[in-house]
């Protein structure tokens, strides 16, 4: 069975801070991405013409599974580096343009 | 992470699976409990086994006892602190707005309503400034009951499994959420991980290894269920999502105030009070005119929840809400009513696509339905996903315990304390408050909160006990303690039916002669529940036998060296 | 025929349906008849037999209960079923015998 493999599998795990750092980014950045989908998927709905309650509620069901999807991503993936910048850094873009946006909305 | 998908994903299951597991077990069996909330209610408040009412008429029931209503006293101080200046005196407030609810299994109907402050708050974006109050009452009479008596099923198991009473900052919500996230990971982690779904959906082996079955077990509960399994977890994050992902409150504020007061006006329902005082037409007048609506709309049916805005002024207003019935979703067709004059404001509209799939998903899990077949399939269900966590323990377990054994190393031990605790000392707790609830004083003071502390300090005892007698998991055998708490299980259970009797009078024959299912149901499930884990505690006395007989066969015939290479052979299989 | 009646023939439906598509796997059908494998030719038949029972089952859902509730019971029926098919045949296969009656042994 593959659970709990051996040492011999394990070829990039090397340190627990590696494991840590992975974990974290599944967490945090995970939370991140689904937080600057969430802001900015609603936004982009309100400023296409739904009402603003329409769209939280269809974005809070897609958020669940954009976090599903990039937290186990985040452990597939090869660098966690990459894995780092692609939610930390797409959440926070993601934030940053939902918030220029309910600026040009008001 | 690994160099394979299926590797990280095997890794992700496991540690997650495990660590989450413990909270995971918790939410889907107090889950599973409280798919019969109602029915714990019942069997714990003995003065409340009668039929299900309807709404009561509010003329001459829900207004009376709507006037009666009093300030809670706790939320009375948690609003002082909130406010500036000394609130008025609690009976001088005045009831602003007024709210019941029943379901097609309540016998009791819960009330309550918002006392106007004239305070202003101390945070200026604080916009809910009122003291709450709220009540039971015996919907035949209008007679108010003592809420000193604790709802074991909708006010302790139910908050239970998505909350674990830890309220200190949502704490308890986000940890569910996290552990609910993690359910669906580990959902689709173990369908990469499980190379033959339908070749194997059907096999269980109980007679091989304790690895090869508890897999056996693990895999099965996991797939037939995993429709149910991943659907329960999603619609758990939807529901509170609000509370996961404040959008509303923090930057998407100015969006969320703009259509707030948008609705307002699409509606027509004031928003604001308009000071002026004004009388309360007939209410019940109100209800017959919803009923008929909902008829013509070919959607028949009973009141659920009835609501009073801006009570005694000129901009009240009374919304009706039809019960959940016949529908998944959580469908109120709400008609709302000119409190004044009884006059039809607006009926709900119906739903657009997003929030009909919303409701679906939420109704779903709420489950407001009148489906007794569907409840008990829930429940099974939700025991599923129970026996799922557990073998998932029993083989994260027993696939270490020889290596950690050999190394001298704890974790396997310490994994298995902790499996007992939240598997079978979780039961203990369970069964030891309803002998609680059936032992205690009826007139203790504080009667519920004794039940709490029963239920705590069992589990606590039941942990104890669990990491006291898994010593020899150390030894690679298995813990004497999963037999003897089992044990425990079982005669808890039966002396919970039986006190039942004793103090209540309520018998098996009785109540399912009179065909009282609820508290029927309690008791059967119970005596049900004694009977499994009797059964599991003579089997795991027999594994055991024949573990330690196999173990000292390997001490007696073989050298140290021998039973190492046996050791690394079973590790790798 | 009374609701109750209707939804307990469904729940019977699937318990038999999903035993048959089990009997046309050869583990299964060795665990029931003591034969080696499947004869091949009766595969086709247990399986059409199967899904003709889960259809028959989720016609009978359907004519109790509001369409988005029948679909619901079905698929909870059908977990509970496989369960109960699965015990059956590692503690009673015997009990399923009946299923595949007509065939003789092989």
Not at chain 1, 81 to 105: E, K, P, Y
Not at chain 2, 262 to 272: N, V
Request: proline share 4%.
């Amino acid at each position: 069975m593959a659970a709990g493999c051996p040492s011999s599998m394990i070829v990039l795990m090397s340190s627990s801070s590696h494991i840590a750092s992975r974990v974290a980014a599944s967490l945090l950045g995970g939370y991140a991405f689904s937080w600057g989908f969430t802001v900015f998927g609603i936004t982009l709905l309100v400023w296409a013409g739904m009402s603003y309650h329409e769209a939280q509620t269809l974005v809070f069901m897609l958020a669940f599974l954009v976090f599903l999807v990039v937290f186990c991503w985040a452990f597939a993936a090869a660098r966690v580096a990459r894995v780092w910048g692609v939610l930390a850094g797409g959440g926070a873009a993601m934030t940053a343009a939902a918030w220029w946006l309910t600026r040009t909305l008001q | 992470m690994y160099q394979s998908f299926r590797q990280s994903m095997a890794w992700l299951h496991t540690w997650f699976g495990l660590v989450l597991g413990f909270v995971l077990m918790a939410c889907f069996f107090f889950g599973s409990l409280s798919v019969f909330d109602r029915e714990i209610d019942r069997w714990a408040i003995p003065s409340s086994r009668f039929e299900p009412q309807p709404m009561p008429r509010f003329d001459t029931i829900l207004g009376p006892a709507m006037r009666a209503l009093k300030p809670n006293p706790q939320d009375y101080a948690r609003t002082q602190e909130r406010v500036i200046g000394a609130l008025p005196a609690p009976e001088t407030l005045v009831l602003s707005s007024f709210w019941a609810y029943t379901t097609h299994r309540d016998p009791v109907l819960v009330m309550g309503g918002e006392f106007a402050v004239p305070n202003q708050p101390k945070d200026a974006s604080d916009e809910h400034q009122h003291v709450h109050g709220f009540t039971t009452i015996d919907p035949r009479t209008g007679a108010e009951l003592p809420d000193s008596q604790l709802k074991i099923g909708s006010r302790f198991f139910y908050p239970m499994h998505y909350s674990l009473h830890l309220r200190w900052m949502n704490l308890g919500y986000w940890i569910v959420g996290l552990a609910a996230l993690v359910m669906l990971a580990a959902l689709v982690s173990g369908v990469v991980m499980h190379r033959k779904i339908f070749r194997e959906l059907f096999t269980f082996r109980p007679h091989k290894r304790t690895q090869r079955s508890a897999l056996d077990l693990h895999n099965l509960t996991g797939v037939v269920a995993l429709p149910f399994h991943f659907f329960f977890a999603f619609t758990g994050l939807v529901i509170f999502a609000g509370i996961y992902l404040p959008v509303g409150d923090t930057l998407l504020k100015p969006l969320h105030d703009a259509d707030e007061i948008r609705e307002a006006e699409r509606t027509g329902l004031p928003h604001d009070a308009a000071g002026v005082a004004a009388p309360l037409a007939s209410v019940d007048a109100m209800v017959a005119e919803a009923k008929r609506i909902w008829a013509e709309r070919d959607m028949a049916g009973e009141v659920g929840s009835l609501r009073i805005e801006h009570l005694d002024d000129a901009n009240g207003y009374v919304s009706v809400y039809r019960a959940g019935s016949d529908r998944v979703a959580l469908v109120g067709e709400g008609i709302h009513f000119k409190a004044g004059t009884g006059e039809l404001l607006r009926a709900d509209p119906p739903r657009t696509a997003v929030s009909s799939i919303n409701e679906f998903l939420t109704g779903l899990h709420l489950q407001h339905f009148e489906h007794w077949l569907l409840r008990w399939l829930y429940f099974v269900g939700g025991i599923a996903g129970c026996v799922c966590i557990a073998t998932g323990f029993i083989f994260f377990v027993e696939k270490r315990k020889r290596q950690h054994a050999a190394r001298g190393e704890s974790g396997a031990r310490c994994v298995d304390a902790l499996a007992v605790t939240t598997v079978t000392g979780m039961l203990i707790a369970t069964v030891t408050m309803l002998v609680a609830n059936r032992l205690l004083p009826v007139d203790l003071p504080q009667r519920g909160d004794w039940e709490q502390y029963v239920f705590w300090g069992a589990w606590l005892l039941a942990a104890a006990h669990a990491f006291w007698r898994t010593a020899p998991v150390l030894q690679a055998r298995i813990a004497p303690a999963w037999a003897e708490q089992s044990v425990a299980v079982a005669l808890l259970a039966v002396l919970a039916v039986i006190l039942n009797w004793t103090s209540t009078g309520d018998h098996l024959l009785r109540t399912i002669g009179n065909g009282y299912w609820p508290v029927a149901g309690v008791d059967l499930t119970l005596l049900g529940g004694a009977v499994l884990a009797v059964v599991a505690a003579n089997r795991l006395r027999q594994r055991a036998a024949q573990e330690s007989l196999k173990l000292s066969d390997v001490e007696a015939g073989a050298t140290t060296s021998v039973a190492n290479g046996r050791v690394g052979e079973i590790a790798h299989v | 025929m009374s609701d109750a009646l209707l939804l307990f023939l469904a729940l019977l439906c699937n318990v038999a349906g999903l035993a048959w598509l089990a009997l046309a796997m050869d583990v299964h059908w060795r665990q029931v008849r003591g034969d080696q494998a499947t004869p091949p030719r009766v595969v086709p038949v247990l399986r059409g037999l199967g899904a003709v029972a889960l259809m028959v089952s989720l016609g009978l859902c359907l004519r109790v209960d509001h369409a988005s509730m029948a679909a619901l019971v079905w698929v909870m029926a059908l977990a509970a079923a496989a369960l109960v098919v699965a015990f059956t045949l590692s503690w009673r296969p015997r009990l399923l015998v009946p299923l595949a009656v007509w065939v003789r042994a092989g």
